[in-house]
């Protein structure tokens, strides 16, 4: 007898030859809209009411203007003409937006999607309503933020990832569009126009604060307060002008310094030999630096200045892009040491982020934002490097078009999202590789652990309560064959590792789950981390203490019926090459969702059937992870790659014994002794009674034998008989003696 049965191992290796006709399907069906296709089924008036026709822009751009008579009233374009909008389905999230004139929003309109927790789970009228939350956005304060800034509009609870590529790419694609149409006065950055300039990386002089201010390698602001004042009340705003700035009106208000530290002249005038040295081991690839330095009642850095770990009061703007300095990108610097510098209060030494798009040699501006009664204003130093450090050369790029979805840009902006995700779960991240490191190391000295039988199961008890509890209901970290789905349609089409670096806990388990398949099948994950087989296996627990009688299933009937999960995982995987958003619409025989991502809020017809799951795991043990999981026969395959023999069994396991096959929680060993590890879920419990002296048959006949020679010999002298204890390899039949 096999513990896998022959039809179903008949059926995967006919797997191949069934996902390649499924291949050759979704070749024929695939097919995308275009911008074109979309704006001809869409009414001009929805967006722009006094408009009477859509029109095509000149230049073979994808944007199409809407017309009143022969005025342009605004533009529309999908974001994904212009930008990466892959969510974690790994298609696609395509959002028509539309812009007037002055480079506002008018409104964005969700077109299509296929992202799994919106098909099955956050309705999708929240995502709507999120994506209309842009109308009156103004584009040129989105080019400032660089998408650094949280949308200006709630985020979608539980679909954290999903709402932060729709933020990204809508703000990213505007901007590009804006560029291209010449709005909100932002210009198009053509390359093959551009003119060529590059650093002379001089490191010869060291040069005076007077030199350097001479010859353009520092920039100055000075604002009197009167200069202050005026600038507010030409704003109009009338709290503002109630509350002046009070003082002399010559007095100053902030005397602003700004360098750039790219050229080595510059940098060792005016950090120091000892600084600079510091600079230098600091500054990484792809990073530039800034000094800043000023005086004056108005502090640029501010007097809490480091507010959620960026400086509000101060940015660089190269080309309508816009860097925010952060706390750990920022140095305090405590004087500057080039000869007749002045005694300055503040010195600041402020790195780019290493994913920041910044050309040093080419002309940027440092903006100061003052700030009085909730009113912002903006001074910019306009700074350029001086002639002698920068090479000029004719323009040599060849003409390119102007949209390209996977350039160096758009990979370096998908990095950063989901870089900017990882940094915001830093502690949740720590928590669960903790939690990991701690199951590791309780695997690898299971032998140890398991003599202690209240000390497991204990341990066993609040391991199940902490994955339940946090990592499912509070982190929502559950896994799914959603996600197997997700990456096989992945490599089928355009693989990119950023689609799934988005959601790092996910990620981290994945990765986890893929180490542990080799040590120890799929019982580490189904049965310590998954949150919905650790509610199943606690409300059984609390079953048992109320005295709810268990069922057990005939042997003959349980392995007819663990084959079904294999199907239902392959019918899922033969569906999602044709139509992944079919298959995740019927991967909902998965409870996940409703149980634990969206903790029991869904409609009646999704309850019924998780209540029913998990009435029928209170009398037979984790029903659900037995017959119907898809992921756990998606993980039990290439679990059978397991390379190592962890559960211990004696020679009598099986025959006449039938101890540990009676208390398997899940059926996951077979009359005969042996192990299946495509089911075993590794509770351990087996391995309690394998040293168990008060229930093992074995242990009890070597214990009692061992002693009349030994009176002090104890549990472990049938593990070390070789007489009782017979090694072979899992889910290998033992022949009959």
């Given at each position: 007898m096999t513990s896998f049965p022959k039809y179903i191992q008949q059926l995967l290796y006919c797997l191949p030859m069934i996902l390649g006709c499924f291949l050759l399907i979704a070749a024929e069906a695939q097919s995308s809209e275009t911008v074109q296709d979309i704006i001809h089924n869409t009414p001009v008036s929805n967006f722009y009411p006094d408009a009477d026709r859509w029109e095509a822009v000149d230049g073979g751009q994808p944007i199409y203007a809407a017309k009143d008579q022969k005025k342009t009233v605004g533009y529309a374009f999908l974001n994904t003409d212009f930008v990466g909008a892959i969510g974690y389905s790994g298609k696609p999230i395509v959002v028509l937006v539309a812009l007037d004139t002055n480079g506002l929003i008018v409104n964005a309109k969700l077109v299509h999607h296929a992202e799994p927790i919106i098909l099955s789970g956050?309705?999708?009228?929240?995502?709507?309503?999120?994506?209309?939350?842009?109308?009156?956005?103004?584009?040129?304060?989105?080019?400032?933020?660089?998408?650094?800034?949280?949308?200006?509009?709630?985020?979608?609870?539980?679909?954290?990832?999903?709402?932060?590529?729709?933020?990204?790419?809508?703000?990213?694609?505007?901007?590009?569009?804006?560029?291209?149409?010449?709005?909100?006065?932002?210009?198009?950055?053509?390359?093959?126009?551009?003119?060529?300039?590059?650093?002379?990386?001089?490191?010869?002089?060291?040069?005076?604060?007077?030199?350097?201010?001479?010859?353009?390698a520092v920039r100055r602001l000075h604002l009197s307060l009167s200069d202050i004042n005026k600038g507010f009340e030409a704003q109009g705003n009338p709290k503002a002008i109630a509350k002046p700035e009070k003082g002399e009106p010559e007095e100053t208000y902030i005397d602003l310094y700004v360098a750039s530290l790219a050229v080595p002249e510059i940098a060792r005038s005016l950090l120091g030999e000892n600084e600079y040295r510091n600079y230098e081991k600091r500054l990484k690839d792809g990073q530039n630096a800034f000094l800043i330095m000023g005086l004056g009642q108005y502090s640029f850095r501010g007097s809490g200045y480091v507010r959620g770990g960026i400086f509000d009061r101060i940015q660089v703007v190269q080309d309508g892009e816009t860097i925010r300095f952060k706390d750990r990108f920022y140095k305090n610097v405590g004087s500057v040491e080039?000869?007749?510098?002045?005694?300055?209060?503040?010195?600041?030494?402020?790195?780019?982020?290493?994913?920041?798009?910044?050309?040093?040699?080419?002309?940027?501006?440092?903006?100061?934002?003052?700030?009085?009664?909730?009113?912002?204003?903006?001074?910019?130093?306009?700074?350029?490097?001086?002639d002698a450090y920068v090479k000029v050369a004719a323009p040599a790029v060849a003409?390119?078009?102007?949209?390209?979805?996977?350039?160096?840009?758009?990979?370096?902006?998908?990095?950063?999202?989901?870089?900017?995700?990882?940094?915001?779960?830093?502690?949740?991240?720590?928590?669960?590789?903790?939690?990991?490191?701690?199951?590791?190391?309780?695997?690898?000295?299971?032998?140890?652990?398991?003599?202690?039988?209240?000390?497991?199961?204990r341990l066993r008890i609040a391991f199940l309560?902490?994955?339940?509890?946090?990592?499912?209901?509070?982190?929502?970290?559950?896994?799914?064959?959603?996600?197997?789905?997700?990456?096989?349609?992945?490599?089928?089409?355009?693989?990119?590792?950023?689609?799934?670096?988005?959601?790092?806990?996910?990620?981290?388990?994945w990765c986890s789950v893929a180490v542990s398949l080799l040590f120890w099948g799929r019982g580490a994950f189904c049965g310590w981390l998954c949150p919905f087989g650790a509610l199943q296996e606690l409300l059984n627990k609390l079953a048992r203490r109320v005295g709810i009688k268990q069922i057990t299933v005939p042997w003959w009937l349980h392995e007819r019926l663990w084959p079904i999960k294999y199907i239902i995982f392959l019918a899922l995987l033969g569906v999602s090459v044709y139509s992944l958003h079919l298959a995740e619409t019927l991967s909902e025989i998965e409870p996940f969702r409703t149980s634990i991502v969206l903790r029991f809020m869904r409609g009646w017809p999704y309850l019924l059937f998780v209540f029913s799951l998990l009435a029928a795991g209170l009398f037979i043990e984790r029903f659900y992870c037995r017959y119907l999981c898809p992921l756990g026969a998606a993980l039990a395959?290439?679990?059978?790659?397991?390379?190592?023999?962890?559960?211990?069994?004696?020679?009598?396991?099986?025959?006449?014994?039938?101890?540990?096959a009676q208390d398997?929680?899940?059926?996951?060993?077979?009359?005969?002794?042996?192990?299946?590890?495509?089911?075993?879920?590794?509770?351990?419990n087996c391995q309690q009674l394998y040293y168990n002296k008060d229930v093992c048959p074995v242990v009890i006949h070597a214990l009692a034998k061992a002693r009349k020679m030994d009176p002090k010999a104890n549990s472990a002298v049938a593990d070390k008989d070789s007489q009782y204890r017979r090694s072979r390899r899992l889910n290998q039949p033992r022949p009959y003696e």
């Open positions: 956050i309705p999708e009228q929240k995502i709507v309503d999120f994506i209309e939350g842009y109308q009156g956005t103004d584009i040129l304060t989105v080019a400032r933020e660089k998408g650094g800034e949280p949308p200006p509009v709630d985020i979608v609870s539980g679909a954290t990832v999903t709402v932060m590529v729709i933020d990204d790419s809508i703000k990213r694609a505007s901007v590009r569009v804006a560029k291209i149409l010449g709005l909100a006065g932002l210009t198009a950055d053509d390359p093959s126009k551009r003119v060529q300039r590059s650093i002379i990386p001089k490191d010869d002089e060291i040069y005076d604060w007077d030199t350097l201010v001479g010859n353009g080039a000869e007749n510098a002045p005694d300055l209060k503040e010195v600041g030494l402020f790195y780019t982020p290493p994913d920041t798009t910044f050309d040093p040699a080419r002309p940027w501006q440092l903006q100061l934002l003052g700030a009085l009664e909730k009113v912002f204003i903006a001074f910019d130093i306009s700074y350029q490097l001086p003409p390119q078009p102007a949209v390209s979805t996977r350039s160096d840009e758009e990979i370096a902006a998908s990095n950063a999202l989901w870089q900017r995700i990882w940094m915001q779960k830093l502690p949740e991240i720590g928590i669960l590789v903790g939690a990991i490191a701690l199951l590791t190391i309780v695997f690898f000295i299971q032998n140890q652990i398991v003599r202690r039988t209240i000390l497991t199961e309560v902490f994955t339940l509890f946090w990592i499912g209901f509070y982190a929502q970290a559950q896994l799914s064959v959603v996600n197997i789905l997700v990456f096989a349609n992945a490599l089928l089409t355009d693989f990119q590792w950023q689609f799934f670096l988005m959601e790092p806990l996910i990620f981290i388990l395959i290439p679990g059978k790659l397991a390379m190592f023999n962890w559960l211990k069994r004696y020679r009598n396991c099986g025959d006449p014994c039938q101890k540990c398997c929680m899940v059926q996951a060993i077979d009359p005969q002794g042996n192990i299946n590890p495509n089911e075993c879920l590794y509770c351990l």
